[in-house]
Every structure is written in C-alpha cells, then in structure tokens.
C-alpha cells in the first residue's frame, strides 16, 4: 500500500481503498512473511547443526529428541503441546528440557527464550 493509500485509509470517514488493494497488500505481506520464516528455519538448523558437530570442549551434544523438543519451544510452543506433537508424555518434554538447559547452560525455559544466543533463532 502506498504512503498516500495508507493516510487516505487511515483518515477519519469513507475509505477508497479498494478491495484488490488489500489484497494485493495482504498477498505481499504473506510472501515476506514466509520469507521470514524460511530464513528463521536456516538459522535454526544452522544452530541445531552447530549444536551436533561441536567439539568436545564445548557444551555436550544434543540427542535427536532433545533437539525436537528444542525446536518446538523456540517457537514457544507450551510442554503440553510439545508433547502432544511428539506424542510423548508431559513428563518426557520436561526430561529432554531439564536434559537441554544443562547441555546449554541455562536454568529455564525463560532462559531459552530470553538467551542472546538464541535471541535470532525465535520466531
């Protein structure tokens, strides 16, 4: 939408934007949006990737599991819901977690989510 498009719209009273005009702009927001994910996927598995062929001196590698359940929860999804995607119990999500924050160093999933180190791995 252009600037002009966007004050009109915005203005008090009747609008003139057109309905192909939104759509346009929604179609245009949605293309950078999976733009944005696609490039927030690359970091993530750039990260993940770093995680398994690290050396020994660093943190311990991830398992498999462990590096499932990270993924979900840096898309902040809730235990429950990790473990219903991963068909596993509650119990299970909370395992591999306690399991991650002591291979990374960290406490908490706040922690996770709050990290400078993963701050451009969330979505």
Known sequence: ????KA???ASPGPSTVSIE???TD???LS??????????HAK???EMDELLTGTENQKQKLTQSELRVLNLS??????????????VSPSTVKFHLTHIFGKLGIHSKR???????????LP
């Open 74 to 87: 840096l898309k902040g999804q809730a235990n429950k819901e990790i473990a219903w995607e991963l068909q």
């Open 111 to 121: 922690d996770l989510l709050t990290s400078e180190r993963f701050e451009s791995l």
């Open 31 to 40: 293309d950078e949006l999976t733009g944005v994910r696609r490039q927030l």
């Open 7 to 9: 004050i009109q719209f």
């Open 21 to 23: 005009d939104l759509r």
């Open 44 to 46: 993530l598995v750039a």
């Open 1 to 4: 939408m252009s600037k002009e």
């Open 26 to 28: 929604i179609k245009r």
